[in-house]
Structure formats: structure tokens, C-alpha cells
């Protein structure tokens, strides 16, 4: 009597780069599983475990920040796969605050970051589609202000949109957020003064103004 034939699981891109690179880190050799992991990223940037993995390694590296990102990036790969439970966990494992609590949001100023305005966009428009009340020029406002250069960020988003095909959107977002100050406008100065461009702050930005002046 022959033997049931064992169905084969189809093999994913990067799968050996990713179990080569978890051995690597396992040795403790984090150049190897660095460059390892890498790789089966870029073959398949939808994959949650090398997300994962790659978190693991900066945890090994003593690299929070880095650390904190892949984790949000595998979050928020659950969550667009509709795997809200798998997605709570990882996000619990997130510090309190901003990076918790809005993970589109945050890959979002993450891409614009790296350089990667058009994945930025796509993040955005799916933070406002899956909460329409929030007005768009406020989520990519408040985001960018946190950026280590918000104007330029900024441009290069409303590019990506207009690129996208998202042409009224990007006008007016350009309207909202970087039409500069009139001369009559009193623009008051210490925070604010760091982002001439952003006229049209958003609540949360005055809330910090607001808290950061000094009581008179």
C-alpha cells in the first residue's frame, strides 16, 4: 500500500536569507543575520516574521529605536491584513504615547524618514479611510512636525500624491499646510518659530505650544 503523499508548504521569498539570518543571530554573529535579514526583507516586505527578526536583531545591537520600528512595522502589517489580536500584542509591546497609540501614523513618518514618500502617502490616506473624522492635513501635520526636516517631508509627500494620482488632495493639503504667513499674522515665536511654513497648525501642535511657554 503506497504512502500518502505530504503536501508541501509553498516556499516564500526570502525564506532561507530569513532562517539563515536567525541562525546567524543565534550564534550571536549580528553582521551576518544584519545583512541576512535584510535581504529576505527586501524580497518580501510584506512578511511579518522578517519584521520581527529584524527587531530581534537591534534588540541584540542595543538599538531602541530601530528596535521600536520593526516592531511597529510588523503591527502594522497585522493590521492591514486584518489580524487586529496579532497586532494588539505587538503593539502592546510598544512604549505608551504616540507610537502606540497611531501606527499608520508612525510608519508613515518612518518612510518619509527613509526617503519613501510614496508608501507614506498610502499610509496616511489608510489612517483617514479608517478614520474618516480626522482630517487628512491634520494627521500629515501633526506627523511631520515630529520629522527631522517637516517641510521638506512634506513636499516630497504631496508629490508622491499628486504622483499617485491624488492631484485635488495634494493641492489642497498645499494650501493647508504650506502657504506662507501673511505679513499682518502675528506669528508668535520659541516653537513655533522652528516651522515657519506650518500656518495652519493643527490642535494637538498648539495644545504643546501652549503647554511648552513658560506661565507668565
Same mark, same amino acid.
Request: hydrophobic letters at 40%; one cysteine or more.
Given at each position: 500500500?503506497?504512502?500518502?503523499?505530504?503536501?508541501?508548504?509553498?516556499?516564500?521569498?526570502?525564506?532561507?536569507?530569513?532562517?539563515?539570518?536567525? /541562525?546567524?543571530?543565534? $550564534?550571536?554573529?549580528?553582521?551576518?543575520?544584519?545583512?541576512? &535579514?535584510?535581504?529576505?526583507?527586501?524580497?518580501?516586505?510584506?512578511?511579518?516574521?522578517?519584521?520581527?527578526?529584524?527587531?530581534? &536583531?537591534?534588540?541584540?545591537?542595543?538599538?531602541? $529605536?530601530? !528596535?521600536?520600528?520593526?516592531?511597529?512595522?510588523?503591527?502594522?502589517?497585522?493590521?492591514?491584513?486584518?489580524?487586529?489580536?496579532? @497586532?494588539?500584542?505587538?503593539?502592546?509591546?510598544?512604549?505608551?504615547?504616540?507610537?502606540?497609540? !497611531?501606527?499608520?501614523?508612525?510608519?508613515?513618518?518612518?518612510?518619509?524618514? !527613509?526617503? #519613501?514618500?510614496? @508608501?507614506?502617502?498610502?499610509?496616511?490616506? #489608510?489612517?483617514?479611510?479608517?478614520?474618516?473624522?480626522?482630517? &487628512?492635513?491634520?494627521?500629515?501635520?501633526?506627523?511631520?512636525?515630529?520629522?527631522?526636516?517637516?517641510?521638506?517631508?512634506?513636499?516630497?509627500?504631496? /508629490?508622491?500624491?499628486?504622483? /499617485?494620482?491624488?492631484?485635488?488632495? @495634494?493641492?489642497?493639503?498645499?494650501?493647508?499646510?504650506?502657504?506662507?504667513?501673511?505679513?499682518?499674522?502675528?506669528?508668535?515665536?520659541?516653537?513655533?518659530?522652528?516651522?515657519?511654513?506650518?500656518?495652519?497648525?493643527?490642535?494637538?501642535?498648539?495644545?504643546?505650544?501652549?503647554?511648552?511657554?513658560?506661565?507668565?
Amino acid at each position: 500500500m503506497r504512502k500518502p503523499l505530504t503536501r508541501e508548504l509553498p516556499k516564500q521569498p526570502g525564506d532561507a536569507a530569513l532562517t539563515e539570518g536567525l /541562525a546567524a543571530l543565534q $550564534r550571536g554573529d549580528a553582521a551576518t543575520a544584519d545583512k541576512l &535579514l535584510h535581504g529576505s526583507y527586501r524580497a518580501d516586505p510584506g512578511r511579518v516574521e522578517t519584521c520581527l527578526a529584524l527587531s530581534r &536583531l537591534y534588540a541584540f545591537l542595543h538599538k531602541e $529605536r530601530e !528596535e521600536l520600528q520593526w516592531l511597529c512595522k510588523a503591527a502594522v502589517l497585522c493590521l492591514k491584513r486584518g489580524e487586529r489580536t496579532r @497586532a494588539g500584542n505587538l503593539l502592546g509591546r510598544l512604549p505608551r504615547g504616540r507610537m502606540g497609540q !497611531e501606527p499608520l501614523l508612525l510608519e508613515a513618518g518612518l518612510a518619509l524618514q !527613509e526617503g #519613501e514618500a510614496k @508608501a507614506a502617502a498610502l499610509s496616511f490616506l #489608510e489612517a483617514h479611510r479608517l478614520d474618516p473624522s480626522r482630517p &487628512l492635513h491634520e494627521l500629515i501635520g501633526r506627523t511631520c512636525m515630529f520629522t527631522p526636516a517637516p517641510e521638506e517631508h512634506m513636499r516630497g509627500l504631496l /508629490a508622491a500624491l499628486s504622483g /499617485a494620482g491624488h492631484d485635488a488632495t @495634494a493641492n489642497k493639503l498645499h494650501w493647508r499646510l504650506l502657504q506662507p504667513a501673511k505679513e499682518e499674522e502675528n506669528i508668535p515665536s520659541g516653537f513655533f518659530a522652528n516651522f515657519p511654513l506650518l500656518n495652519d497648525i493643527i490642535p494637538v501642535a498648539r495644545y504643546t505650544f501652549q503647554a511648552r511657554r513658560p506661565a507668565a
